[in-house]
């Protein structure tokens, strides 16, 4: 993949984190835009972790590695209560804010790093 395309990609999925924040405050309630927006992001972080550790004969797991999985688990977990049910729970709530906060300040870094440093591929 070439900087266009995840440059491209990166500012599309920062558009999204934006809608949705404008939706939630105009609404003045806590939407399900967030949790939808959540769990897309971790099934594609997902779909992209799966399609790229194959390649490698051997993969020993790191810490962070375990790290970043189990959280985008535990996020999508969390956004699957909220969608079938469960999100007028404060504790699902808080815990879907903090996912959305953290996909967001990881995307901006990404378009950051993408933006300062060019690169021929990603990996």
Do not use: Q
């Not at 003045?28 to 550790?53: D, E």
């Not at 390649?55 to 969390?78: D, M, P, S, T």
Request: net charge positive; aromatic share 16%; charged share 10%.
């Amino acid at each position: 993949m070439i900087d266009t395309y995840i440059n491209t990609t990166l500012i599309i999925i920062l558009i999204c984190h934006l809608a949705a924040i404008i939706v939630a405050y105009k609404k003045r309630k806590s939407t399900l835009i967030i949790p939808y927006l959540n769990m897309v992001i971790v099934i594609g972080i997902f779909v992209f972790w799966t399609t790229t550790i194959p390649n490698i004969k051997e993969h020993h797991f790191e810490f962070r590695e375990i790290v970043v999985i189990g959280l985008e688990a535990c996020i999508l977990l969390f956004a699957l209560c909220a969608i079938f049910g469960f999100f007028n729970k404060t504790y699902v709530k808080v815990l879907n804010a903090i996912g959305f906060g953290l996909h967001l300040l990881t995307t901006i870094g990404l378009l950051y790093y993408m933006l300062a440093f060019k690169f021929d591929s990603l990996y």
